[in-house]
C-alpha cells in the first residue's frame, strides 16, 4: 500500500495562500524515482506564480522547483544507480504532470524526480543547504551554455587556455541564480566580473568572482567599462529582472568592446535590447532533459559536492518545519531577500 501524502495546494488562480491537504502518491517511472522531501527551497517563481496567476493554467496546482530527500522508491530502470535511503537534490518540474498529478512539484511530503535532473548529496551537506542548487544550476546552465544563447564551454569540460583567457559579465552575481553561474563559469576557467550589491561582494569573490562591482554605484558603468576594455569579453549573463540592469549591461558591452551578447533570465527581455547588443533569455533554449548538457551538467554537479569543489550559495535560511510554513516563505520572499535562499523542512 501506497504511503500517505500531502501537499502545500495553491487552489485557485492568485489566491491568497497555499492550502495543505492531502496528495495523491504517484510511483515512479522510466527514469524516475520518489523521495521524501527533507528540504524545499523557495524561488522568485513561486512567488510570480502564486501573485501575478501567470504560467498555470489549472487548479488546484502544486507549486515547488527545488527539493532535497531521501529516496524511497526506484524504477527498475534506476536500480543500477540509486538505493533506497540514497541522500539526493534534484530540480522538480512543477509546470509537468503524470497523469494529470502534479507529482513532479516539490511542495509535498512525496515528489518524484527525474533524470538527468538528480544528483546525490554527500553525508556531511545538510539537506537544506543542497536544496539551494537545483533551479539556479539549471537556470545559469541554461543561459550560459545552451548553443541558442551564450555558448561558453561547461565545466564538465574542463579548464582550456581558450577559456582562461576570456572573461564573463556576472549582473546580479549574488542571486541564487547568479551565484551558479559565477560558480559553474570560473569552475569552466572563464574570468568572472561580478555585479551585485557591495556587502555581497565578499560573498561573490568566494564563489570564484576575479572582480566586483557595486550595482548602486553611480560611477559602475565607468569602472566597468575601463576594467574590461583590455579583456576579452564573451558576454554577459544577467541573472535578475531589472530594465535597469539590462540597460547597464548594453552600455557596458558597447563600450568596452565586448561580445554584445547578453543571456537573461527576464521573459521578453529581448525587446529591451539597446546599443546594438543582442539579448536571447532561457525561454528560447531547448530543454537540457532532451540534450547531453543536462546529463553532463548534473553528473559534474554530483562530482563537484562529492569534490568539496562547490559551494552552496546563496545561504540557505530556514523558515519553518512544515508544509504549513510554505505560505510564510512565499510572503518573505515577495518582501525581497539578499543573498539568502529560504528553506521549509519537511
Known amino acids: 500500500m501506497p504511503p500517505s501524502n500531502r501537499a502545500s495546494w495553491l487552489m485557485t488562480?492568485?489566491?491568497?495562500a497555499n492550502v495543505v491537504d492531502s496528495a495523491p502518491?504517484?510511483?515512479?517511472s522510466m527514469d524516475e524515482i520518489v523521495i521524501k522531501t527533507k528540504a524545499i527551497a523557495l524561488n522568485p517563481a513561486d512567488v510570480i506564480v502564486q501573485k501575478r496567476g501567470i504560467l498555470l493554467k489549472e487548479y488546484p496546482a502544486i507549486l515547488?522547483?527545488?527539493?532535497?530527500?531521501?529516496?524511497?522508491?526506484?524504477?527498475?530502470?534506476?536500480?543500477?544507480?540509486?538505493?533506497?535511503?540514497?541522500?539526493?537534490?534534484?530540480?522538480?518540474?512543477?509546470?509537468e504532470r503524470k497523469d494529470g498529478k502534479f507529482c513532479y512539484s516539490?511542495?509535498?511530503e512525496y515528489v518524484v524526480l527525474k533524470l538527468p535532473y538528480i544528483a546525490k548529496i554527500p553525508k556531511d551537506v545538510a539537506y537544506e543547504d543542497a536544496a539551494v542548487l537545483p533551479l539556479g544550476i539549471n537556470t545559469a546552465a541554461s543561459c550560459l551554455f545552451m548553443d541558442e544563447t551564450l555558448g561558453l564551454k561547461a565545466p564538465s569540460m574542463g579548464i582550456t587556455e581558450d577559456t582562461q583567457s576570456k572573461t564573463l559579465l556576472v549582473w546580479g552575481a549574488s542571486s541564487s541564480v547568479g551565484s551558479c553561474g559565477v560558480?559553474?563559469?570560473?569552475?569552466?576557467?572563464?574570468?568572472?566580473?561580478?555585479?551585485?550589491?557591495?556587502r555581497n561582494h565578499d560573498m561573490v569573490r568566494s564563489l570564484g568572482a576575479s572582480m566586483c562591482f557595486d550595482q548602486g554605484d553611480p560611477t559602475l558603468i565607468d569602472n566597468a567599462v575601463a576594467y574590461l576594455s583590455d579583456k576579452e569579453v564573451v558576454g554577459a549573463f544577467d541573472a535578475i529582472n531589472s530594465d535597469l540592469a539590462l540597460n547597464s549591461i548594453c552600455?557596458?558591452?558597447?563600450?568596452?568592446?565586448?561580445?554584445?551578447?547578453?543571456?537573461?533570465?527576464?521573459?521578453?527581455?529581448?525587446?529591451?535590447?539597446?546599443k546594438g547588443v543582442k539579448i536571447v533569455?532561457?525561454?528560447?533554449?531547448?530543454?537540457?532533459?532532451?540534450?547531453?548538457?543536462?546529463?553532463?551538467?548534473?553528473q559534474w554537479l554530483?562530482?563537484?559536492?562529492?569534490?568539496?569543489?562547490?559551494?552552496?550559495?546563496?545561504?540557505?535560511?530556514?523558515?519553518?518545519?512544515?508544509?504549513e510554513h510554505v505560505q510564510d516563505a512565499i510572503d518573505l520572499l515577495a518582501k525581497g531577500v539578499s543573498a539568502r535562499k529560504l528553506i521549509v523542512l519537511i
Open 183 to 198: 560558480q559553474m563559469a570560473t569552475q569552466a576557467g572563464y574570468k568572472v566580473v561580478g555585479v551585485a550589491s557591495k
Open 25 to 28: 502518491y504517484t510511483s515512479p
Open 13 to 16: 488562480k492568485q489566491a491568497p
Open 302 to 323: 554530483e562530482k563537484a559536492m562529492e569534490e568539496s569543489r562547490i559551494k552552496y550559495m546563496p545561504q540557505s535560511e530556514v523558515v519553518g518545519e512544515g508544509l
Open 64 to 95: 515547488g522547483c527545488d527539493v532535497s530527500g531521501e529516496v524511497v522508491e526506484i524504477h527498475p530502470s534506476l536500480a543500477d544507480v540509486y538505493a533506497i535511503g540514497d541522500r539526493v537534490t534534484g530540480a522538480a518540474r512543477c509546470m
Open 251 to 274: 552600455e557596458i558591452l558597447d563600450r568596452s568592446g565586448g561580445k554584445k551578447l547578453v543571456a537573461s533570465v527576464v521573459p521578453g527581455a529581448e525587446e529591451k535590447a539597446t
Open 106 to 108: 516539490a511542495f509535498q
Open 281 to 298: 533569455t532561457n525561454f528560447v533554449a531547448s530543454d537540457m532533459a532532451r540534450n547531453e548538457l543536462g546529463k553532463a551538467i548534473w
